[in-house]
């Protein structure tokens, strides 16, 4: 298995307090990933990072922001959880964007 | 009408069964993707694929690209292969398309 993990595993939260859930990885992957899974839909892409720095949107970003300061660590925030954020939130590593790698997934309901 | 189609959405079989899971898309690709997932899980790579067909263990993934389908087909069916069952593409953007998924259940 791809050495990425996701942080925590398991939140439940209020609305408008502000969450961060975090991916690292430990493979020196390029590219990384936040989807959300929603039943009824596929996985959707909220933003991705190709380089230190370097990030930009998915299909579902609004209410999200992302940070990545270092390879190993790709940070999603949601600055006031709403309840339809509530989902399970996947990260995704790779060294060639076409093929990627999964973290376990966090579970986050907002109350 | 989404990218990526997956059929069936629900598949129940009885144990030893061959089954089929279908995946049709609309994009051009480069390489088309199966995942599962088990309840409660995270998300594995089955195969990946751009032409062909590829074999890993009792799993098969064929893909015809001048029809843009791909099938993925469990031989000997069991128990522990149930779980769902994703369809992705990797098209002209440096972004995944992903199915609906199917939700295989086999009985003993």
């Known amino acids: 298995d791809a050495g990425i993990t996701q942080s925590p595993r398991h939140k439940v939260t209020e609305t408008g307090t502000p969450v961060t859930l975090r991916c690292h990885q430990t493979?020196?992957?390029?590219?990384m990933y936040w989807y959300r899974q929603d039943p009824g839909h596929g996985l959707r892409l909220i933003h991705y990072?190709?380089?230190?720095?370097?990030?930009d949107k998915g299909e579902v970003s609004d209410g999200y922001s992302v940070s990545r300061s270092k390879t190993e660590d790709f940070l999603l925030t949601l600055e006031s959880a709403t309840s339809s954020q509530t989902s399970v939130y996947f990260c995704?590593?790779?060294?060639?964007?076409?093929?990627?790698?999964f973290g376990p997934g966090t579970r986050l309901t907002v109350t | 009408k989404n990218e990526v189609e997956q059929s069936p959405q629900n598949l129940t079989a009885q144990e030893g069964e061959f089954i089929t899971i279908n995946c049709s898309y609309s994009?051009?690709?480069?390489?088309l993707h199966w995942l599962q997932q088990h309840p409660g899980g995270g998300i594995v790579s089955l195969f990946m694929?751009?032409?062909g067909k590829k074999k890993h263990g009792r799993l098969i993934a064929t893909i015809n690209i001048q029809e843009k389908h791909s099938s993925l087909h469990i031989t000997a069916s069991h128990p522990r292969d149930s779980a769902v069952y994703i369809c992705?593409?990797?098209?002209?953007?440096?972004?995944?398309?992903f199915g609906t998924g199917t939700l295989l259940a086999v009985q003993p």
């Open positions: 995704a590593i790779s060294d060639r964007w076409y093929e990627q790698y």
């Open positions: 493979e020196n992957h390029r590219y």
């Open positions: 990072s190709y380089g230190v720095k370097d990030t």
């Open positions: 994009v051009g690709i480069s390489a």
């Open positions: 694929l751009s032409s």
């Open positions: 992705a593409v990797a098209g002209a953007t440096n972004k995944l398309i």
